[in-house]
């Protein structure tokens, strides 16, 4: 988990963006968009190129944090995306980490921890930080679980599930 | 769908088992198998036609958004590219299979794969192996 978040806020420092579609174009990877109903995007490694690809029905937010996502598949989860593991159905449990990691990789990436705590500090709830940050509140939450692990002591209501892009819109975001 | 299960629908309703459709269109009943366990796709263009006119059905039926996929990295690419496309077709397969992308966007998904497809192997062959911007 520790490098996860070393991870992303290397990419930042290298960059000096948060933007996952400016850091994606600096890192070579392709973003592509295609007219998928209720896919919200993937992620597929084709012939030394690295693809992500992004629902174009989606609002810009959403677009955003799925580029995150698909992003943190990229960094953390390439050589199982090369080896063809990430789209095999008889390893389910495994997909779910990976869910997971690139969930807590688009929390670190998008939200600067210093924006959080000045929300944080005003007391907001987590449904006005999201709002104010323009990011989903289950990010927000996760981005609460990493600053805790870091030694702030913030309330968390409960622990999205690895697939919430998936589960709470009833829309789905697969790595392929 | 993909090509080899088209082809096991038409054999079975057509009560027809793999070493009798073999004989009629020349090829062994192993082969029959490779190709509806979609691993191998017919080299030649006269076996599909063969196949159309005993099912009575059209070429391009038979053939369909995959098979097409896979002549035309056949074409461009030749035998290195006609089995990378099959490894893709079987990539998605088994997504499809796994029952977790819905119907609806099934044909968007392979679409946009297919376009990725091509666009790396044009990008490869443009300027070799890329180096990183920074």
Same mark, same amino acid.
């Given at each position: 988990?520790?490098?996860?978040?070393?991870?992303?806020?290397?990419?930042?420092?290298? *960059?000096?963006?948060? +933007?996952?579609?400016?850091?994606?174009?600096?890192?070579?990877?392709?973003? !592509?968009?295609?007219? *998928?109903?209720?896919?919200?995007?993937?992620?597929?490694?084709?012939?030394?190129? !690295? *693809?992500?690809? =992004?629902?174009?029905?989606?609002?810009?937010?959403? /677009?955003?944090?799925?580029?995150?996502?698909?992003?943190?598949?990229?960094?953390?989860?390439?050589?199982?995306?090369?080896?063809?593991?990430?789209?095999?159905?008889?390893?389910?449990?495994? =997909?779910?980490?990976?869910?997971?990691?690139? $969930?807590?990789?688009?929390?670190?990436?998008?939200?600067?921890?210093?924006?959080?705590?000045?929300?944080?500090?005003? /007391?907001?709830?987590?449904? /006005?930080?999201?709002?104010?940050?323009?990011?989903?509140?289950?990010?927000?939450?996760?981005?609460?679980?990493?600053? $805790?692990? /870091?030694?702030?002591?913030?309330?968390?209501? *409960?622990?999205?599930?690895?697939?919430?892009?998936?589960?709470?819109? +009833?829309?789905?975001?697969?790595?392929? | 769908?993909?090509?080899?299960?088209?082809?096991?629908?038409?054999? @079975? #309703? &057509?009560?027809?088992?793999?070493? @009798?459709?073999?004989?009629? %269109?020349?090829?062994?009943?192993?082969? %029959?198998?490779?190709?509806? &366990?979609? #691993?191998?796709?017919?080299?030649?263009?006269? #076996?599909?036609?063969? %196949?159309?006119?005993?099912?009575?059905?059209?070429?391009?039926?038979?053939?369909?958004?995959?098979?097409?996929?896979?002549?035309?990295?056949?074409?461009?690419?030749?035998?290195?590219?006609?089995?990378?496309?099959?490894? %893709?077709?079987?990539?998605?397969? &088994?997504?499809? &299979?796994?029952?977790?992308?819905? @119907?609806?966007?099934?044909?968007?998904?392979?679409?946009?794969?297919?376009?990725?497809?091509?666009?790396?192997?044009?990008?490869?062959?443009?300027?070799?192996?890329?180096?990183?911007?920074?």
């Amino acid at each position: 988990m520790d490098n996860i978040i070393r991870h992303a806020d290397g990419l930042v420092r290298r *960059f000096k963006t948060r +933007n996952p579609f400016e850091i994606a174009d600096n890192l070579n990877v392709l973003v !592509r968009y295609g007219d *998928f109903e209720h896919l919200k995007g993937f992620y597929k490694y084709i012939c030394r190129n !690295r *693809f992500i690809a =992004i629902s174009s029905r989606s609002d810009e937010t959403e /677009q955003k944090i799925v580029c995150s996502h698909e992003l943190g598949h990229d960094q953390l989860h390439r050589s199982q995306a090369k080896a063809g593991l990430m789209s095999d159905y008889d390893i389910y449990n495994t =997909i779910d980490v990976y869910e997971l990691e690139a $969930n807590y990789f688009a929390a670190q990436l998008l939200i600067d921890s210093s924006a959080f705590l000045d929300c944080a500090s005003k /007391q907001y709830t987590y449904a /006005q930080i999201a709002a104010e940050l323009k990011v989903h509140e289950e990010l927000v939450i996760i981005k609460g679980i990493i600053l $805790n692990r /870091q030694g702030y002591n913030l309330n968390i209501p *409960f622990v999205p599930a690895s697939d919430y892009l998936g589960e709470s819109k +009833n829309t789905y975001s697969l790595c392929e | 769908m993909l090509f080899g299960d088209r082809l096991k629908n038409l054999r @079975e #309703t &057509a009560n027809m088992t793999q070493v @009798e459709l073999g004989s009629l %269109i020349g090829v062994s009943d192993r082969v %029959i198998g490779y190709y509806e &366990a979609n #691993t191998r796709f017919p080299r030649k263009q006269e #076996t599909l036609r063969k %196949i159309s006119e005993v099912f009575n059905v059209s070429v391009d039926y038979l053939v369909g958004t995959d098979g097409r996929f896979i002549q035309k990295a056949d074409e461009q690419y030749g035998y290195s590219g006609k089995r990378q496309a099959q490894e %893709i077709l079987s990539d998605v397969k &088994a997504l499809f &299979a796994g029952g977790e992308l819905p @119907e609806a966007d099934k044909d968007d998904f392979f679409r946009t794969v297919t376009e990725m497809y091509f666009e790396a192997k044009k990008s490869n062959k443009k300027y070799g192996r890329r180096k990183l911007k920074h």
